[in-house]
């Protein structure tokens, strides 16, 4: 399974951009995006999840002030994040996963994309 994610580039603050992530395969597991800022450890923005009766449910960490809007293609295996009223401090590498799983309490993902660099500039 691969990821490739896609629409990062650079934009003044205020902005807004639109982010794809096409997965290769259809396969039944979420699909998530996180973000990575130099220096900080990646976190997670959203995701879909695979889990039983909440399958496909989309959920968002809570500190994106609801800027990120999360929303998916399942024909097309993709998946895309919308932003918009972009701020500096959202300057990050994004990143699209999928095949989420659970050890110890903690989520992580099986599959990776390579990430799509976000630039906002005052």
């Known amino acids: 399974v691969q990821v490739v994610e896609s629409g990062g580039g650079s934009v003044l603050a205020g902005g807004s951009l639109n982010l794809s992530c096409v997965r290769s395969t259809y396969v039944t597991c979420g699909m998530a995006w996180y973000r990575q800022a130099p220096g900080k450890e990646r976190e997670l923005i959203g995701r879909t999840t695979s889990e039983g009766s909440r399958e496909g449910k989309i959920t968002y960490a809570d500190s994106l002030e609801g800027r990120f809007t999360i929303s998916k293609d399942d024909p097309k295996n993709t998946l895309y994040l919308q932003m918009k009223d972009l701020k500096t401090k959202d300057t990050a590498t994004y990143y699209c996963?999928?095949?989420?799983?659970?050890?110890?309490?903690?989520?992580?993902?099986?599959?990776w994309g390579q990430g799509t660099q976000v630039t906002v500039s005052s």
């Open positions: 996963a999928t095949c989420e799983s659970w050890s110890a309490g903690r989520l992580w993902y099986q599959y």
